[in-house]
């Protein structure tokens, strides 16, 4: 068993849980003060000469991103809102379940934005360096690359919902941020079971792919519910930081790298907690979100340098008979 303080630990990730809501809505856009601005400015901007006009002096990478006359008019709006909280002197309130950011070029939130796209970087450059390193022959090559390549993706699709929130780009970031959290499920499944049992892992990961297509599913044809889909991800996550934690417990005597990985999942699921803060952006950019983003860069080379450790070990291993740990 893994010490009693790992069970102090998941208490605030559970109370996160919890306090999970859904939001299709926040105070912010329904002030009747935004919704008649908006309406005013859709009406006044967005027809006929107006709207010519406006999309003849569009850059042509905010065309490109799908920003349209709509959405600038509830962008110009939303400033005028906060203005006017501010000078009542009430709390900064939030827009379609979102803090006010002050938008870059056609970065809508540009930090984090900025955050994915290093998290991104930072996952690819230590894949390269795990191929590079690891020969192919070690039993955990395969997974691991494809673990990397379903991190990259999620990171991808990070990168471009930060940059513009649609209604597309909204599903692949909240899908394939579920496929990295149930990918790692299989990957540690993989490691501390399916090289000894393969046909554990595959019957896990078969039923992996079932609980991810039912999820996507129901907040695809059902309800896009945000707090379910926060509650699913952090019971996935507490699933896949107590085997982690376990499987650690128990090779801490024998491979030497094991906090490495113990580590790296107390602080992934400790940096989560940063949404717990949820205050309003610094200079109009710089929010929890971007923080917790900005947070993750460093794990990935602390979690890479694992996977190398073990792999190479795991190979050494096989070549002289060694039992699988």
Known sequence: M????????????????????????????????YRDCVKQCVRTNCTGARLRGF?????????????????????QC??????????EGYRIPQFHGKWPFVRFLCFEEPVSALASL????????????????????????????????????????????????TYLTEKMDYFCASAVILYSIYLCCVRTLGLKRPVVSSL???????????????LTFVSFDYGYNMAANATIGIVNLLWWL???????????????????????????????LDFPPLLWALDAHAVWH????????????????????????????VKLE
């Open 78 to 87: 939303m400033w005028t809102t906060v203005g006017l909280y501010q000078a």
């Open 204 to 218: 896990v990961g078969a039923l992996l792919i079932l609980v991810f297509t039912a999820h996507v599913s129901y």
């Open 246 to 276: 376990c499987w650690c417990w128990q090779n801490r005597r024998t491979l030497p790298y094991w906090w490495k990985c113990g580590l790296v999942v107390l602080m992934l699921h400790g940096l989560a907690l940063l949404e717990l």
């Open 55 to 75: 999309e003849s002096r569009q850059p042509p990478y905010m065309a490109l991103t799908g920003w349209r006359c709509g959405d600038d008019c509830r962008y």
């Open 294 to 321: 900005l947070s993750t860069v460093p794990v990935h080379f602390l979690f890479y340098s694992f996977l190398i450790d073990d792999s190479l070990h795991l190979l050494n291993t096989e070549k002289i008979g």
């Open 118 to 165: 290093l998290n991104g970087v930072a996952c690819l450059l230590m894949m390269l360096r795990y191929r590079s390193t690891v020969p192919r022959q070690s039993p955990m090559y395969p997974t691991i690359t494809a673990f990397s390549l379903v991190s990259l993706n999620a990171w991808f699709w990070s990168t471009v919902f930060h940059t513009r929130d």
């Open 2 to 33: 893994f010490p009693v303080r790992t069970s102090l630990f998941l208490l605030p990730l559970l109370l996160l849980l919890l306090s999970a809501a859904t939001v299709h809505s926040s105070q912010g856009d329904k002030e009747p003060v």
